[in-house]
């Protein structure tokens, strides 16, 4: 072989080379990059979902604890309804949060304490019902409760099945 033409095809295999090597290592800094901002995204979506859960869950306790005083005459008229006007306001941030379903729980739990707050003023008159809708309401809040630890603990790395 001629010693130029190996010289040419050496250079060739070389620039071949690193060129292969710029791309894999563009490649890897890329996905590296992509990721860092997944799990950036996903801190912070998870702090804000957080807050959100966090109000909600403090409001309907406080709205079942007032029931539950209501219940036995230990609280004062009206602080029930006060009560189920803050986690009105407390509703639509954990609904925006999401997923679905946490949003699905949080507006049925928003649905019978609204009822629950309606049947309030007349508590001896509607007292079977009252009571159905508080047991599945309450329930409801225990439910919600255990579905947002678990959205709170995905860290985003979890493949999702269709």
Same mark, same amino acid.
């Given at each position: 072989?001629?010693?130029? #033409? *190996?010289?040419? $095809?050496?250079?060739? &295999?070389?620039?071949?080379?690193?060129?292969?090597?710029? %791309?894999?290592?563009?490649?890897? =800094?890329?996905?590296?990059?992509? %990721?860092?901002?997944?799990?950036?995204?996903?801190?912070?979506?998870?702090?804000?979902?957080? #807050?959100?859960?966090?109000? %909600?869950?403090?409001?309907?306790?406080?709205?079942?604890? /007032?029931?539950?005083?209501?219940?036995?005459?230990?609280?004062?008229?009206?602080?029930?309804?006060?009560?189920?006007?803050? #986690?009105?306001?407390?509703?639509?941030?954990?609904?925006? &949060?999401?997923? =679905?379903?946490? &949003?699905?729980?949080?507006?049925?739990?928003?649905?019978?304490?609204?009822?629950? =707050?309606? /049947?309030? *003023?007349?508590?001896?008159?509607?007292?079977? $019902? #009252?009571?159905?809708?508080?047991?599945?309401?309450? &329930?409801?809040?225990?439910? %919600?409760?255990?579905?947002?630890?678990?959205?709170?603990?995905?860290?985003?790395?979890?493949?999702?099945?269709?």
């Amino acid at each position: 072989m001629d010693a130029g #033409l *190996a010289a040419v $095809l050496g250079a060739l &295999a070389g620039t071949v080379a690193t060129v292969g090597a710029t %791309f894999v290592t563009g490649r890897t =800094s890329r996905d590296q990059a992509e %990721f860092a901002a997944k799990v950036e995204h996903v801190r912070q979506r998870r702090e804000g979902r957080e #807050l959100a859960y966090r109000g %909600f869950v403090s409001a309907a306790a406080k709205v079942r604890d /007032l029931y539950l005083g209501e219940v036995w005459g230990r609280q004062t008229p009206g602080a029930f309804v006060a009560a189920v006007s803050e #986690l009105e306001d407390r509703w639509l941030d954990a609904t925006l &949060a999401g997923p =679905s379903d946490v &949003a699905e729980l949080a507006t049925m739990i928003r649905r019978g304490l609204q009822q629950m =707050s309606h /049947l309030a *003023a007349d508590p001896v008159r509607h007292e079977d $019902l #009252l009571m159905d809708i508080a047991r599945e309401t309450l &329930a409801g809040i225990d439910r %919600f409760t255990v579905r947002v630890r678990q959205v709170l603990d995905d860290d985003g790395t979890q493949v999702e099945s269709s």
